[in-house]
């Protein structure tokens, strides 16, 4: 079973064999830490998909490890490590808007408006 969460790349599926039953080829990459993984399992096979809440929120401050953000709807205040992605670092300044998702209870900046 394919461990949430993860961004599925690439799905193959092969024909069914005269014993065995038709396999699925997953490609996905892990939303936290940019891993790429692979699982071969059965079609009939159950796979788990992360609920994603894409957020707004503006940035308050900017610390060398972390970043303070303010929630656009609810005013909610909290404080989340700095994405690795260079083009995302680089472009956060206090008052500036960013889009962040919330996946299984974590917090991760996606994008700067």
């Not at 892990?30 to 993984?37: A, E, I, S």
């Not at 992360?50 to 957020?55: G, S």
């Not at 490890?65 to 303010?70: A, E, I, N, T």
């Given at each position: 079973?394919?461990?949430?969460p993860?961004?599925?790349?690439?799905?193959?599926?092969?024909k069914?064999?005269?014993?065995?039953?038709?396999k699925a080829?997953?490609v996905?990459v892990?939303?936290?830490?940019?891993?790429?993984?692979?699982i071969?399992?059965?079609?009939?096979?159950?796979?788990e998909m992360?609920?994603?809440?894409?957020?707004d929120?503006?940035?308050?401050s900017?610390?060398p490890?972390?970043?303070?953000?303010?929630d656009?709807e609810?005013?909610?205040t909290?404080?989340?490590?700095?994405?690795k992605e260079?083009?995302?670092?680089?472009?956060?300044?206090?008052?500036?808007?960013?889009?962040?998702?919330?996946?299984?209870?974590?917090?991760?900046?996606t994008r700067?408006k």
């Open positions: 079973m394919l461990m949430i993860h961004c599925i790349i690439s799905l193959e599926k092969s069914p064999g005269k014993h065995g039953s038709a080829r997953i996905a892990g939303l936290f830490d940019n891993v790429k993984r692979s071969v399992s059965p079609v009939s096979q159950r796979i992360p609920i994603i809440d894409k957020r929120a503006q940035v308050l900017v610390s490890s972390s970043v303070m953000l303010m656009m609810s005013y909610e909290f404080e989340i490590d700095i994405p260079e083009e995302i670092a680089t472009k956060l300044e206090e008052g500036k808007e960013v889009e962040y998702w919330i996946v299984v209870g974590r917090k991760k900046v700067v």
